[in-house]
């Protein structure tokens, strides 16, 4: 059974920092890539980044850039997502989702933004950014 579980969120002020984590089990960890969405007060959910299988190769929305940085540790099955210079808009529940397929980067660089593309989720976790 493929289970994601984040945690890390919390309140923080405007410039502060969180780093949440993915812990994965139930799939093959190395191969899949792994994604950040966030979905705010009254909003669709958006994605926040991506970190790719085998290459490792990492996307951000332009919102973030800059800000966060996604990585993985795969021998702890685990991707976790600095998150420095907070603002109040980055306040939103945060979920990571696994790619249960193994697209080539160059589709995965398209696909990541879309959560129809990504087949298994977490529970997410709050993070609030407080003015």
């Known amino acids: 059974e493929v289970q994601l579980v984040e945690s890390g969120g919390g309140l923080v002020q405007a410039g502060g920092s969180l780093r949440l984590s993915c812990a994965a089990s139930g799939f093959t960890f190395n191969d899949h890539a792994i994604a950040w969405f966030r979905q705010g007060p009254g909003k669709e959910r958006e994605g926040v980044s991506c970190?790719?299988?085998?290459?490792?190769?990492?996307y951000y929305a332009d919102s973030v850039k800059g800000r966060f940085t996604i990585s993985r540790d795969n021998a702890k099955k685990t991707v976790h997502l600095q998150m420095n210079s907070l603002k109040p808009e980055d306040t939103a529940v945060y979920y990571c989702?696994?790619?249960?397929?193994?697209?080539?980067?160059?589709?995965?660089?398209?696909?990541?933004?879309?959560?129809?593309?990504?087949?298994?989720w977490g529970q997410g976790t709050q993070v609030t950014v407080s003015s």
């Open positions: 970190i790719g299988g085998s290459l490792g190769d990492t």
């Open positions: 989702a696994a790619d249960l397929g193994i697209p080539p980067p160059a589709l995965l660089r398209r696909l990541w933004v879309s959560p129809a593309h990504f087949g298994s």
